[in-house]
């Protein structure tokens, strides 16, 4: 059974940074692409950012571009989110989930969640 | 980017009711590279359905999908009580990936 546990998240100045990670318990870590994809407060799903079951693939959303930076340890089996320059806008329940394909592709199973909260 | 239209936004209805999700597209998707997610409150999203009308693992046979080009269904045959939640409809054939708003199944 794939379980993904996020954590990382919390109460941040606006300006500031965090770094989310998404620990595996999956037999085959490499063979699957995670993404992140965040769910803003009694909103939708916006999808993040995905990388490649060996990492050497990674993908952003345009508009999170040069902000977020998606890594993953394979002998961790986790992954990582580095999230910088944090705005109010960016306040979200983020969700690390596994995909058969990177880049776009439907998403299989899901963490959690880690909150994430821009404010001052 | 592609943009996803669910209808309506809210459907009350019975347990052992049929309900019928609607997802439109503003382009077609390719290759029926649509998903349906569930989500209860304070959960994360559960994969439902994947390429619009395969089910995805231990998703019981009440729950179908159909469509292709701009217009997909979701389709619960008979509603059980654990089916009031939150579904979302997703395009995974042009990137990015993008989600519907949302169609809230609630009791009546």
């Known amino acids: 059974e794939v379980q993904l546990v996020e954590a990382g998240g919390g109460l941040v100045n606006p300006g500031g940074s965090l770094r989310l990670s998404c620990a595996a318990s999956i037999l085959s870590f490499t063979s699957y692409s995670i993404n992140w994809v965040r769910q803003a407060p009694g909103k939708g799903l916006e999808w993040v950012a995905s990388?490649?079951?060996?990492?050497?693939?990674?993908y952003y959303a345009d508009s999170l571009k040069g902000r977020f930076i998606i890594s993953r340890d394979n002998a961790r089996k986790s992954v990582y989110l580095q999230v910088n320059s944090l705005r109010a806008e960016d306040t979200a329940v983020y969700y690390c989930?596994?995909?058969?394909?990177?880049?776009?592709?439907?998403?299989?199973?899901w963490g959690q969640g880690t909150l994430v909260t821009v404010s001052s | 980017e592609i943009v996803l239209t669910q209808s309506p936004g809210t459907l009350s209805l019975s347990p052992g009711d049929r309900a019928t999700l609607s997802c439109r597209t503003s382009q077609s998707v390719s290759a029926s590279y649509l998903a349906w997610y569930q989500q209860k409150p304070g959960q994360a999203p559960r994969l439902l359905m994947y390429?619009?009308?395969n089910r995805a693992s231990g998703i019981p046979d009440r729950f179908s999908g159909r469509g292709s080009g701009t217009d997909f269904t979701l389709t619960i045959s008979r509603l059980e009580p654990e089916d009031f939640a939150v579904y979302y409809c997703h395009q995974y054939g042009s990137s990015p990936g993008t989600f519907g708003q949302g169609t809230t199944v609630e009791i009546k």
């Open positions: 990388i490649s079951g060996s990492g050497t693939y990674r």
């Open positions: 390429g619009s009308f």
């Open positions: 989930a596994t995909a058969p394909v990177a880049g776009v592709s439907y998403l299989d199973y």
